[in-house]
């Protein structure tokens, strides 16, 4: 198992670029935390400082595990969807299923193995660009330098090879061990899905009871204490995931608002409809990303700018702004890599739709209509639950801050993030959806 996955690579190229570009963004981000954690566990670090320089990679570390992890689940299962029919040779000639994930497994261990050396030293230097900033901002002594050491960081790279692992496993666990004549039969079991899905609603309702609970604890804070920024991030990040996980039941919704809206006509827009309703797998990954990538920034870009204006002069909150811009900016364009790598890989593997289409009398245009208006669904969609999310994980921020609710509706955070996130989206989808249709 161990040659057949390594021999696997020269057929597989795309899709081990995009995990390992996943896996390699993942690494430096983690590490850059471990390394400024480690400078703030370090003996020549000032005891003032101590607190603030292990308190704060702890939170932006556990954002950030938590996200690559959910991040290299959500691509490894897109890109292994393009392989079903590999799988299911193996499956025929006697391959086991734990024998599939195992060597599905060592195919995404390697990837990460061979991003690691360099995803560290990106770890070193964002670590140290982090603390130079929080020298600038005057957060800590000049005295306190980069001292991040050689164990913690490693442990970062390690916290990312193990979180690649169990991503593959997750990942590749259903197409594993789905029947490798699945297509000729239905799969049946329908109520062990409909658990399956129940179990997942129950943790995305429990994540987001979970960020609203984080968002509303500040109501016992002092306005100027700088834990109502501490838990109010967590807030957004938690809602955001726990809306994420609901993407299928997201595009059931806004499928059903386009069946019921009358000026929805035209060949395209009935073919994404169609599609909507038949796959919504093909969607879900973008769903996913970018409910995940508004929800994030513009919750945090909303409670900083509200910081920014209500918050007192020169007060920890205020100083930091410019440290959680940057952290968060590296965040969301992880996000975003991993969105574009998402949509490209699931795009890709609709090549054999777009030529029964083309065989069939449509044209190269109307199948591009039809893919845009299914991403525009998507972002649609998406853009609501996660501004929305954002929100309600800033109302309290905003009403301890402020005593006005609105405040957390300030639009130009959410201009912007949603501005970012859908001009991402159509525009890979329309490129890549368009040099698809063209060579199909």
Same mark, same amino acid.
């Given at each position: 198992m161990v040659k057949l996955a390594? #021999?696997? %690579?020269?057929?597989?190229?795309?899709?081990?670029?995009?995990?390992? $570009?996943?896996? $390699?963004?993942?690494?430096? =981000?983690?590490?850059?935390?471990?390394? =400024? @954690?480690?400078? +703030?566990?370090?003996?020549?670090?000032?005891?003032?400082?101590?607190? %603030?320089?292990?308190? %704060?990679?702890?939170?932006?570390?556990?954002?950030?595990?938590?996200? !690559?992890?959910?991040?290299?689940?959500?691509?490894?299962?897109?890109?292994?969807?393009?392989?079903? +029919?590999?799988?299911?040779?193996?499956?025929?000639?006697?391959?086991?299923? #734990?024998?599939?994930?195992?060597?599905?497994?060592?195919?995404?261990?390697?990837?990460?193995?061979? !991003?690691?050396?360099?995803? @560290?030293?990106?770890?070193?230097?964002?670590?140290?660009?982090?603390?130079?900033?929080?020298?600038?901002?005057? $957060?800590?002594?000049?005295?306190?330098? %980069?001292?991040?050491?050689?164990? @913690?960081?490693? $442990?970062?790279?390690?916290?990312?090879?193990?979180?690649? !692992?169990?991503?593959?496993? @997750?990942?590749?666990?259903?197409?594993?061990?789905?029947?490798?004549v699945a297509d000729a039969a239905p799969p049946p079991r329908r109520r062990t899905g409909r658990r399956r899905g129940n179990g997942r609603r129950v943790a995305a309702t429990t994540m987001v009871l979970a960020g609203l609970g984080s968002s509303a604890a500040v109501f016992g804070l002092d306005p100027a204490d700088v834990l109502t920024t501490a838990m109010t991030g967590p807030g957004c990040v938690l809602v955001a995931v726990g809306l994420c996980v609901l993407a299928p039941e997201l595009i059931t919704a806004v499928n059903r608002v386009l069946r019921a809206v009358p000026g929805a006509r035209g060949a395209a827009s009935h073919l994404a409809v169609t599609n909507l309703s038949a796959a919504p797998e093909r969607v879900r990954p973008t769903v996913t990303f970018l409910t995940l990538f508004i929800g994030v920034a513009a919750g945090t870009l909303s409670m900083q700018g509200i910081e920014n204006t209500f918050g007192v002069a020169n007060s920890t909150g205020q100083v930091i702004a410019s440290i959680n811009y940057f952290v968060v900016a590296l965040i969301a364009a992880f996000m975003a890599i991993a969105l574009t790598n998402n949509l490209v890989a699931s795009i890709s593997r609709r090549r054999t739709e777009f030529s029964v289409m083309s065989l069939i009398g449509s044209t190269g245009a109307q199948t591009h209509r039809m893919l845009v208006r299914e991403i525009a669904a998507a972002v649609v969609v998406s853009t609501v639950a996660g501004s929305v999310g954002a929100f309600l994980s800033v109302l309290p921020f905003a009403v301890v801050k402020t005593g006005d609710p609105l405040q957390a509706a300030a639009p130009l955070p959410y201009a912007i993030t949603i501005v970012i996130g859908a001009g991402v989206t159509l525009g890979v989808a329309s490129f890549t959806g368009r040099r698809m249709i063209r060579t199909a």
């Open positions: 390594l #021999r696997s %690579f020269a057929h597989h190229r795309a899709a081990a670029v995009a995990t390992g $570009l996943v896996a $390699l963004v993942g690494t430096v =981000l983690v590490s850059g935390m471990t390394s =400024l @954690l480690g400078t +703030g566990l370090a003996a020549s670090t000032a005891e003032a400082d101590r607190a %603030f320089l292990v308190q %704060f990679p702890l939170i932006m570390g556990g954002w950030a595990v938590g996200i !690559v992890l959910f991040a290299m689940v959500s691509t490894i299962g897109v890109a292994l969807g393009g392989r079903a +029919g590999e799988i299911a040779g193996l499956r025929l000639i006697g391959a086991t299923p #734990r024998q599939v994930q195992r060597m599905l497994v060592v195919e995404t261990a390697v990837i990460s193995a061979v !991003v690691a050396l360099p995803g @560290l030293a990106g770890g070193y230097l964002l670590g140290w660009i982090v603390t130079r900033g929080i020298h600038s901002a005057g $957060l800590t002594d000049p005295a306190s330098v %980069f001292a991040p050491g050689v164990l @913690l960081p490693a $442990l970062g790279v390690l916290v990312v090879l193990v979180a690649s !692992v169990l991503a593959a496993w @997750l990942g590749s666990r259903s197409l594993a061990h789905r029947s490798p």
